[in-house]
């Protein structure tokens, strides 16, 4: 079953702009991840935040995380058209990661 | 740096057919897992190996069979396939033997069973 769910399905930006995903879980996490896929290529890891950060970057990447929430969201600022991709939660429960559904994100030129 | 390397890249079988997905990593990690990964829904683990010598079940690990041949690879057979395990399938591994540290991704294996 799935732990993650991202929000929304998928959303198409103008490049230049800021991208926003969301990811809500059910139970408790000792930390979350967020990996992006590109078409016909296997999952990339992007970041980690643990249980007791709540926001870490990564360049132009910016995660945050409300365990009181039960939510994360992944903000990528300056989209450029190579952010193209589809993104993904996962959460850690029971020891496994549980991956969502993702994000699917379109950057226009 | 190949990291994740899967072989093949893509397969087609007829039901009840039988075949085994080979994956190797280069990373010197100690765990290694498979997934798979079908429209709409996220990736489900299938099974999962901390160390050579040793696999656990996963979410799915119905129909499937899997090897830890040494550190480096770990396979995954379908001894009897069946249309719902046409999916594409993937491969990773990660530094330490726990399983919520991130992971290196192969490129897949798409596989369509007719």
């Known amino acids: 079953s799935q732990q993650g769910e991202e929000d929304p399905q998928a959303l198409s930006i103008q490049e230049g702009e800021n991208a926003t995903m969301n990811c809500s879980y059910k139970?408790?996490?000792?930390?979350l991840q967020w990996y992006r896929q590109n078409s016909g290529r296997g999952l990339v890891h992007l970041i980690l935040?643990?249980?007791?950060?709540r926001e870490k970057h990564s360049g132009r990447l910016r995660v945050t995380l409300d365990t009181s929430k039960k939510s994360s969201s992944l903000l990528i600022t300056a989209s450029r058209a190579a952010d193209t991709a589809s993104y993904f939660c996962?959460?850690?429960?029971?020891?496994?990661?549980?991956f969502g559904a993702g994000t699917r994100l379109t950057v226009k030129p | 740096n190949a990291g994740v390397t899967q072989t093949p890249k893509f397969q087609v079988l007829k039901t009840g057919q039988s075949m085994t997905l080979q994956c190797a990593q280069d990373m010197n990690h100690n765990s290694m897992y498979w997934y798979r990964q079908d429209p709409g829904m996220g990736l489900r683990l299938i099974y999962y190996?901390?160390?050579?010598?040793?696999?656990d079940k996963g979410e799915v690990p119905n129909g499937y069979n899997v090897s830890r041949l040494n550190k480096r690879e770990f396979s995954l057979r379908l001894e009897s396939a069946a249309p719902s395990q046409t999916s594409v399938y993937f491969c990773?591994?990660?530094?330490?033997?726990?399983?919520?540290?991130?992971?290196?991704f192969g490129d897949g294996t798409r596989l369509s069973i007719l």
């Open positions: 990773a591994s990660s530094e330490t033997g726990r399983r919520n540290q991130p992971q290196h």
């Open positions: 935040i643990r249980s007791n950060e």
């Open positions: 996962a959460t850690d429960e029971g020891g496994d990661m549980r």
């Open positions: 139970t408790s996490i000792n930390n």
């Open positions: 190996s901390a160390s050579e010598g040793t696999t």
